[in-house]
């Protein structure tokens, strides 16, 4: 059996940066464990398998660790691949996944993603989280991340974090964030528990943080940059219970599984 792979920049205008995510186009679904298995053989923080399904396709993203609810950046990659290679003709591609109905459009500069919001709240700090960032946060949320606000870039870009104290909290994984500098918000994300611990640029985290800073800002339209070692550009509009996130992909590489 042979399986095309597609291997995509996502959040991003040129190779080398942005969130790489591998996509595989299936015609009916392999068995759970072989998707896991190349999942890790590609050791990407998130390969994308997706079938046919009615109007649309049936979307599913795996870390090198576990099959995961959302991805932002695996979504934007395999609607990249639709659109550019094989040759999707209608103006939104629907995608069915385990968040609900995700659609995806080409824009005038990239694509345009629309999301289920996830409103965090606050909650009371985990007590191995100081230890974990260094530091004490400003303000501790939780939707299905745990959400850290800390005072300024400056000190979001300083943080060392201890991957062996974030791996035991009980969420999905530690977001970072502060005003930015030169944009509405800054962030960092760590998922140790998912063998990602830290992600280029992750767009399940901004349907959090963006309805968060909306909020504080009073702004619907917001720009973000999440301040990975590649590093990410988004745009967020909030709206409704939905974040609109833009971005632009590249490819990196195509080829084949051989199994």
């Keep these: 059996m042979e399986i095309n792979l597609y291997q995509v920049d996502a959040f991003a205008s ?12 299936l015609e009916e679904w392999l068995p759970d464990i072989q998707m896991q298995r190349i999942a890790e053989e590609n050791n990407l923080s998130e390969t994308a398998f997706f079938v046919p399904e009615g109007d649309g396709y049936r979307l599913r993203w795996f870390t090198p660790e576990a099959e995961v609810d959302l991805c932002g950046h ?9 659109f550019k290679h094989l040759s999707y003709k209608r ?8 968040s609900g109905l995700l659609k995806v459009e080409v824009c005038e500069d990239g694509y345009k993603m629309c999301f289920p919001a996830s409103v965090p709240t606050p909650v009371e700090c985990p007590s191995s989280l100081p230890d974990a960032l260094g530091v004490s946060p400003l303000q501790t949320l939780a939707a299905f991340d745990y959400i850290v606000v800390l005072n300024s870039e400056a000190e979001l870009k300083s943080i060392k974090p201890n991957f062996m104290l974030l ?6 994984g530690v977001v970072i964030t502060a005003p930015g500098d030169h944009c509405d918000f ?3 994300c760590f998922y140790p528990k998912l063998r990602v611990n830290e992600d280029p640029v992750t767009g399940s985290a901004h349907c959090e943080l963006a309805p968060y800073w909306s909020q504080v ?5 917001l720009s ?14 909030v709206f409704n219970n939905e974040v609109a996130l833009f971005g632009q992909a ?3 590489m195509r080829g084949k599984i051989v199994l």
């Excluded at 040129?14 to 186009?25: K, L, M, Y």
């Excluded at 103006?91 to 385990?98: D, G, K, S, Y």
């Excluded at 301040?227 to 988004?234: A, C, I, Q, T």
Aim: charged residues 20%.
């Design 167 to 172: 791996a035991e909290l009980d969420l999905r």
């Design 250 to 252: 590249v490819d990196y």
């Design 186 to 188: 800054v962030s960092r």
């Design 74 to 82: 695996a979504t934007l990659a395999t609607a990249h691949v639709l």
């Design 91 to 98: 103006p939104v591609i629907h995608f069915e996944t385990r």
């Design 14 to 25: 040129e190779v080398f940066s942005g969130n790489p995510a591998a996509v595989c186009p």
């Design 224 to 237: 973000a940059r999440q301040l990975s070692k590649r590093g990410g550009v988004l745009t967020c509009e």
């Design 217 to 221: 800002l009073g702004k619907s339209h």
